[in-house]
C-alpha cells in the first residue's frame, strides 16, 4: 500500500501567503456571492467552497465550517484537516519565519502510523470554565440552546457536554485533522446539531462578529465529540496526538486581555479579533 493520501484545508476569505507543502489545499470559504471591483465572481486562484455539496452561503455564521462542511462532501483522502489561513499545526519551531515551521507531510506521514486524531495543544483559561468565558464574552444562551439540541438528538452526550463546560481547558480554533471516516462520524454529528441549533434560535440580533457563533460553538463541542468517543473507547485516548500551533501575525495580548477583563467585570461582548 502507498503513504495515505492527506489533505487539510486551508481556510481563507482573502488573497494570503500559503504553505506550498501538498498536503495543504487552500480553500477560498465564503465564496458564494463574492464579487470583485468589476462585478465578476471573486476568485483567489483556489478551490472555492460553493462548488460540489456545499453550505458557502453560510459562511458568516459558520465561519471555517463552511470549509470543513466542503472537505466532508467532496475530498477524497486517507485523512483530512481543516486549518486557518493565519493559523496553523507546527512541530518544531526552527525559523521566525512562521511558514518555515508549519507542519510538513513528511513530519506528519511517520505520526499517521500511531494517531488517527491531531488536535491542537489545550488552551488553559485558569480563571474561567469554557462556559464561563463563552458566557462572558458571547451569549450563553448559543450553549444552553445547544445543551437542548444534544438532549434531544443524541442524549449520550450530554454528560460529556456537562463535563466539558466545565472544564477550564479545551481545543479550540476549530482546527483537526482525522481518519477520514472518524472525520465522516465527526461531521455528521456537528453538523446535524448545528443545523438544529439555527432552528431553534431562529433570527437573532446580533452584531456581525457575534453572529458567527455556529463557529464558536463549534470549537467547543469538538471537546464533547472526543470526550464521548474516548468515554466509549471509540477513540482510545492514546490515538489522540496533540500538536502545538503558530499564528502567522502578531498577537495583540494587550488588546486581547483588556478585552477579556471588561468582558468578565463589565460585561462588554468581544466585538473584534485581536
Request: glycine share 6%.
Amino acid at each position: 500500500m502507498g503513504a495515505p493520501i492527506v489533505k487539510i484545508l486551508v481556510a481563507s476569505h482573502k488573497k494570503y501567503r500559503m504553505p506550498t507543502d501538498d498536503i495543504y489545499l487552500p480553500l477560498h470559504v465564503g465564496a458564494e456571492g463574492k464579487v470583485d471591483s468589476k462585478g465578476n465572481p471573486l476568485d483567489l486562484g483556489w478551490t472555492k467552497d460553493n462548488t460540489g455539496e456545499n453550505i458557502s452561503e453560510l459562511n458568516p455564521g459558520y465561519c471555517e465550517l463552511t470549509g470543513l462542511f466542503w472537505g466532508w462532501k467532496n475530498l477524497e483522502a486517507d485523512y483530512i484537516g481543516l486549518v486557518h489561513y493565519r493559523r496553523y499545526f507546527c512541530l518544531k519551531r526552527r525559523s521566525r519565519d512562521p511558514y518555515k515551521n508549519i507542519l510538513t507531510g513528511a513530519q506528519l506521514r511517520p505520526l499517521l502510523k500511531q494517531y488517527w486524531v491531531f488536535v491542537p495543544r489545550k488552551r488553559r483559561y485558569f480563571i474561567e470554565t469554557l462556559y464561563s468565558h463563552y458566557a462572558h464574552t458571547h451569549y450563553a444562551e448559543h450553549l444552553d440552546a445547544t445543551r437542548e439540541v444534544i438532549a434531544e438528538k443524541c442524549p449520550e452526550y450530554l454528560p460529556s457536554f456537562d463535563r466539558i463546560m466545565r472544564h477550564r481547558y479545551g481545543h479550540m480554533f476549530n482546527m483537526m485533522i482525522m481518519r477520514k471516516d472518524l472525520a465522516d462520524k465527526y461531521c455528521t454529528w456537528l453538523f446535524d446539531i448545528l443545523f438544529e441549533l439555527s432552528k431553534k434560535m431562529g433570527d437573532t440580533e446580533l452584531s456581525f462578529y457575534q453572529g458567527r457563533y455556529f463557529g464558536r460553538v463549534s470549537e467547543i463541542i469538538l471537546n464533547v465529540w472526543l470526550d464521548r468517543q474516548i468515554a466509549v473507547s471509540a477513540i482510545p485516548r492514546e490515538r489522540i496526538c496533540e500538536l502545538p500551533t503558530i499564528y502567522t501575525e502578531k498577537i495583540m495580548w494587550y488588546k486581547k486581555a483588556a478585552s477579556f477583563l471588561r468582558a468578565k467585570y463589565l460585561g462588554e461582548k468581544y466585538e473584534g479579533s485581536f
